[in-house]
């Protein structure tokens, strides 16, 4: 990876990363060499927040003892203290394991968009409208305070007993851990991964936080936390019954395919998106996770002028143009 050509193409955090993983003995230099190319290709290709996914994904499956003596000593180090300040106040510091983190940060993403509709003098939602609330970006002179407001509620919400307090529930807040089923049926034979598979394995959050997959093997019915599983071509199972709208479990299983809106160089979290079509219900497009794809609001309106957006058999989306010519 010396070479000053590939030097034009590798940035230095990518360059760094790679090193660090060839740097890991455990791993073997074999199945570095084989799989060095696929590596450099992301490396060149993808933005490094993807890259840098990938290439946890592959030291994960190379270094299998080693990724789960990681996630065990992550899992030990949870703590978290609240300190009296020597000039008033309090200071909270810990740390929380990945699974356990992605759980807290949900509800307390619950009890701040309730801090935030408070402010506007509104209702927190109900376990039957939108699970995670579209809402501008706060001002930033409010949000540290809002933050605070919302830390107390969690507090109080767990020993108050008052039915009318705004408190979130088992339908209300839900972390959705998403595994694909080739990844789940290894882990669960003790299976050895083959590090090859590093781009198609899917053990992660909505949001993109990847978790072991022992972790999100284990997930299944507990608290706030569903698990969903990936067929072969990365399509979730169809859930709920048809309809000319996707909703409940149905509208769930189409925002759980991406972590922002389906279209090229969107960054819109799929929180702001809505479930769309990917053949209109005009064109007799069916109302299943297959036919569905997560739009923002920009991008659906585009998408009456021409755009169509579909996915392949083997899981890909493909966006064309109005002139019928294919986006990259």
Not at 111 to 139: C, I, M, N, Y
Not at 237 to 252: A, M, P, Q, V, Y
Not at 274 to 283: E, I, R, V
């Amino acid at each position: 990876m010396g070479h000053r050509s590939i030097h034009r193409h590798v940035g230095v955090a990518q360059s760094e990363a790679m090193a660090r993983v060839a740097a890991n003995t455990r791993i073997d230099p074999d199945v570095l060499t084989r799989d060095a190319g696929m590596l450099l290709d992301d490396a060149i290709n993808l933005p490094h927040t993807e890259f840098e996914r990938n290439l946890r994904m592959w030291e994960a499956l190379a270094d299998p003892d080693g990724d789960h003596t990681r996630n065990e000593c992550t899992t030990a180090r949870r703590d978290v203290n609240l300190h009296p300040r020597p000039d008033g106040g309090w200071n909270i510091v810990g740390y929380l394991p990945e699974l356990l983190g992605i759980e807290f940060a949900e509800i307390f993403e619950w009890f701040l968009d309730a801090e935030w509709r408070s402010d506007l003098g509104r209702r927190p939602p109900t376990a039957r409208q939108q699970r995670k609330p579209v809402r501008p970006r706060p001002h930033p002179s409010t949000t540290t305070r809002r933050r605070a407001d919302a830390m107390m509620a969690m507090a109080r919400a767990s020993v108050n007993r008052d039915p009318d307090l705004a408190r979130p529930s088992a339908s209300s807040v839900c972390v959705d851990i998403l595994l694909d089923h080739q990844t789940m049926q290894a882990h669960a034979s003790g299976a050895t991964p083959d590090p090859r598979r590093f781009r198609n394995v899917v053990s992660r959050t909505q949001s993109g936080r990847r978790l072991h997959p022992d972790d999100a093997i284990n997930t299944a019915l507990v608290n706030h936390i569903r698990r969903v599983v990936y067929d072969s071509s990365g399509t979730i199972i169809e859930l709920g019954r048809r309809s000319r709208l996707f909703r409940g479990s149905s509208s769930d299983a189409v925002m759980l395919l991406l972590t922002t809106c389906v279209r090229i160089g969107c960054d819109q979290p799929v929180a702001w998106c809505d479930a769309d079509h990917s053949l209109g219900w005009k064109a007799h497009g069916a109302t299943v996770p297959r036919n569905g794809q997560p739009l923002c609001t920009c991008h659906q309106n585009l998408k009456e002028t021409g755009f169509q957006v579909h996915r392949d058999d083997c899981g890909h989306w493909h966006i064309i143009d109005p002139e019928g010519n294919e986006i990259t």
